[in-house]
């Protein structure tokens, strides 16, 4: 099965009616019968939408997927950064990386 994975531009494009909207419904359409594995990442906190709307949190993001017809797809979490992703919906990194030195 084909993978594809949405960033938060879909949403925009969906929203707004934009030049791929018609591209990612029919990645969406596919996702429900089956026929492909679509995930959208959820990290637009710090993309703003039309009519200047900014998605601040996780529950306006996932009821904006849901009003554009994207609530049926997995979210994937991003590395967690600061005004980037969500509060409680990232992967925090490992910390400071040690190097050995011979």
């Not at 959820?42 to 904006?64: I, M, N, T």
Request: net charge positive; glycine share 12%; aromatic share 8%.
């Amino acid at each position: 099965m084909t993978r594809f994975t949405l960033d938060a531009k879909c949403l925009i494009e969906l929203d707004g009616n934009g030049t791929a909207a018609k591209d990612v419904a029919a990645l969406v359409e596919a996702a429900r019968q089956g026929q492909a594995d679509v995930a959208i990442v959820a990290s637009s906190s710090s993309r703003y939408h039309p009519g200047g709307a900014r998605l601040a949190r996780f529950s306006d993001f996932k009821k904006q997927m849901a009003e554009v017809g994207l609530g049926s797809l997995s979210l994937l979490r991003p590395k967690a950064k600061h005004g980037f992703t969500y509060h409680g919906f990232g992967v925090l990194g490992m910390g400071p990386r040690w190097s050995v030195s011979a």
